[in-house]
């Protein structure tokens, strides 16, 4: 395809600036200035015509080009304009009396097509990270209250719990302080969350282009996804962190009356976890983070994906509709956390636990697993399962809905 392409191009130019003049001949200083400007011209043209190319903002200036190049992709594009570019200036040597009446017409085809590339490359990291950004705020907005919710149950006390259940949770917290106090630390995971869901979603379209992801190979969604993940994880542990440490303290207000907050702020977890622990202080867990986010995020990415294809595939125009992209979401989600729940209660413990290190109570995955197993068994892995499972599949299809949604209106 980038052959057809070149051909076309090399020979649109050749022709229109008359360079197919036999090589060497010595022209008169009237057609070396006629043939100046009908490079000028020509060189002009094919600017625009690049542009239209690259962008598909106008109609190509000669015939059938669009045709031939509709799917040609941009590194082939990058090097059928860089040979193009070099044959224009070689023939523009020549054709000039011997050298003299050169023009600067060096790199034409191969500058403008890496400014292209490049400006394309620029352009799909914006999308996906205003995207990603679009999404964070939505699943915070929708998640948040049920995240408290289920935090509070996973840290409560096996042998002196406060809460009976997850409706007795959320109606403590609003009777003491009101809906305000299901969004209690929202402001570390909203700011949070719109960088790491910018980054996810970025992660998850270089991914899915660095795996070549396919309808006919439904696995392949599930490894972008883990490789995004993979790359989510290091900005999520973190706001993860913080916005754990900042709930935690509701519940150990309302377990001991008498309890006074060491922190005044989320800045003040920072500080002290920066304090005892310096730049691993905001990676605390980070290993029981991975280990759920791995499998967990091709789970994710998996079902969702390969779920809207099955919906788009019952459809006649061959695409899914909004109301089955946000069932495709919601079914995503589902399956994220329904499988993978015990593990993030581990994760929690760890992330709740004390961020100077002499005051921890575990002191690792594996110290955790067992105490929490030694305190109340199987059923300790699932607390908090209910509240998790109803904030998963609005939450996650409304981020999944809101990604798809922009990315298609600003494309």
Not at 378 to 388: D, E, I, N, S
Request: include cysteine.
């Amino acid at each position: 395809m980038g052959v057809l392409f070149e051909s076309s191009l090399a020979r649109y130019i050749w022709t229109r600036t008359g360079l197919l003049t036999a090589r060497g001949a010595r022209l008169s200083p009237r057609r070396r200035r006629t043939n100046d400007r009908k490079r000028a011209r020509v060189v002009e043209k094919m600017d625009r015509t690049t542009r239209a190319l690259v962008y598909g903002d106008a109609p190509f200036a000669f015939a059938g080009a669009r045709e031939r190049v509709g799917r040609l992709n941009e590194a082939a594009m990058c090097a059928a304009l860089q040979r193009v570019g070099d044959a224009t200036r070689s023939a523009s040597a020549s054709a000039s009396d011997g050298g003299r009446g050169r023009r600067a017409t060096s790199g034409v085809g191969g500058t403008f097509a890496a400014s292209a590339v490049n400006e394309n490359a620029s352009m799909k990291f914006a999308k996906d990270v205003f995207a990603g950004t679009c999404g964070g705020i939505t699943v915070t907005l929708l998640g948040h209250p049920f995240d408290t919710v289920k935090v509070l149950l996973q840290t409560q006390s096996s042998k002196n719990p406060v809460y009976s259940g997850a409706v007795d949770a959320a109606s403590k917290v609003i009777k003491a302080e009101g809906v305000g106090g299901l969004y209690r630390g929202v402001t570390s995971p909203l700011a949070g969350q719109m960088f790491f869901r910018a980054t996810l979603f970025f992660a998850y379209a270089r991914a899915k282009e660095f795996v070549g992801v396919s309808p006919e190979d439904p696995l392949s969604y599930a490894k972008a996804g883990a490789l995004a993940w993979l790359a989510g994880t290091f900005f999520e542990s973190p706001i993860d962190l913080y916005k754990s440490q900042w709930q935690c303290q509701l519940i150990k207000a309302k377990a001991d009356p008498a309890y006074k907050s060491p922190y005044n702020s989320v800045l003040d977890v920072v500080k002290e976890s920066w304090k005892h622990n310096g730049i691993r202080g905001p990676y605390q867990a980070f290993h029981a983070t991975m280990a759920r986010n791995l499998p967990a995020g091709a789970v994710y990415f998996g079902v969702f994906e390969n779920a809207k294809n099955t919906f788009a595939k019952m459809n006649d125009d061959g695409k899914a509709t909004n109301a089955q992209i946000i069932a495709s979401g919601g079914i995503g989600g589902f399956f994220y956390w329904s499988l993978f729940y015990p593990i993030d209660v581990i994760k929690s413990a760890l992330m709740t636990d004390a961020v100077n290190p002499a005051q921890r109570k575990f002191s690792g995955f594996f110290d955790a697993a067992g105490k929490l197993y030694t305190s109340g068994g199987v059923r300790a892995f699932y607390r908090g399962l209910v509240p998790c499972l109803l904030r998963a599949s609005p939450a996650n299809a409304g981020m999944l809905f809101t990604v798809d949604y922009i990315r298609r209106i600003i494309d």
